[in-house]
């Protein structure tokens, strides 16, 4: 899924591109994008955009009247520019958004739509669709503290919780905690003041890294190549593959559809962290350390 970095990035293109244009119409093709009635679709048409800001990981159409057209990409959605009118193809294409100088073209691969349009009126139309977390960037550590702390979560949930902190998911979680060498599953508010501060100055770091990489990628084109999995990234979607730091093989806990990718060497000692499939199936014989590992794997072989 598009975060923070990804999401600002596109923000920045968008308004080189749409800025002060006229939005002469959205096409929607696909049935299960458009999530609002009130007020209707059309009403955006002929309106001049104005602004756009982030709301989360969600990109905010700013038009004229007051009007937000609320851009959701999910996991799989990402965003295109193209020569005006250009055909929206299913079932990949979702719909477009047609501008005299060109057209915003919205795809989601995979068959689960998640993506979602929603059009609402000001602020209060806003404030419905946030879920409320810090923005990081903005933040002071004391700040950043008090959030952290609020609940006693692991610190994977709650740098991915919306509600706490603002556009940080599943991939940026992970290298966000590589850099202040911290595990996935430590829990909040059995942190010390030096590993919180490590964790806020993690959080800084990582995410301005990785939007000044990504506009400087997109060096002025509009970013085409959006991926959860990027050349560079120290550990996540990197399992088996060494670590940038220490050389030990990254590992991985998952659960449902999602995966943790960490450093057991950087991150937690030595510790290998439960991966529930596994880890049910083997259940006593599960390695607890990465020398049990290696040995578990020298007798399969």
């Known amino acids: 899924m598009p975060e923070l970095p990804d999401i600002t990035v596109y923000i920045e293109a968008l308004e080189k591109r749409i800025l002060n244009q006229t939005l002469e119409g959205v096409r929607v093709v696909s049935p299960f994008l458009l999530r609002t009635a009130t007020p209707p679709l059309t009403s955006a048409n002929g309106k001049k955009v104005l602004r756009l800001r982030r709301l989360g990981k969600r990109i905010c159409i700013g038009l004229e009247d007051g009007l937000w057209l609320v851009l959701h990409l999910m996991i799989a959605g990402r965003l295109h520019w193209r020569a005006r ?5 299913r079932p990949r294409g979702l719909a477009a958004f047609d501008f005299p100088n060109g057209s915003i073209l919205w795809t989601e ?10 059009i ?15 923005e990081v960037l903005d933040s002071d550590a ?20 919306p509600r706490l ?21 430590a829990l909040t508010q059995k942190m010390t003041a030096p ?40 550990v996540h979607g990197r ?12 590992q991985r806990i998952r659960y449902a559809s999602n995966e943790t990718n960490y450093c057991p060497t950087c991150q937690t000692g030595g510790k290998l962290l439960a991966d529930r499939a596994l880890s049910r199936l083997l259940r006593e014989d599960w390695p607890r350390t990465l020398e049990e590992l290696e040995l578990l794997t020298s007798k399969r072989t």
């Not at 691969?109 to 929603?118: E, I, T, V």
């Not at 609402?120 to 810090?134: C, I, Q």
């Not at 940026?172 to 850099?179: A, K, N, T, V």
């Open 120 to 134: 609402v009126v000001g602020e209060e139309g806003l404030r419905a669709l946030d879920p409320g977390g810090t």
């Open 195 to 234: 590993e919180i501060h490590r964790l806020f100055e993690g959080v800084r770091v990582t995410l301005t890294r990785w939007t000044d990489s990504l506009r400087a990628e997109a060096a002025g084109k509009f970013p085409e190549n959006v991926t959860a999995f990027r050349e560079g990234m120290a």
């Open 239 to 250: 399992y088996k593959q060494p670590c940038p730091r220490c050389g030990t093989k990254i």
């Open 109 to 118: 691969a995979g068959s689960q739509k998640r993506a979602s349009l929603h």
């Open 165 to 185: 902190f603002s556009g940080i998911g599943n991939a940026y979680s992970d290298e966000i905690l590589f850099e202040a060498r911290l595990s996935p599953l």
């Open 142 to 161: 004391s700040q950043f503290a008090a959030v952290l702390l609020s609940a006693n979560h692991t610190l994977k949930r709650a740098l991915t919780d």
């Open 85 to 89: 009118g250009v055909r929206v193809s």
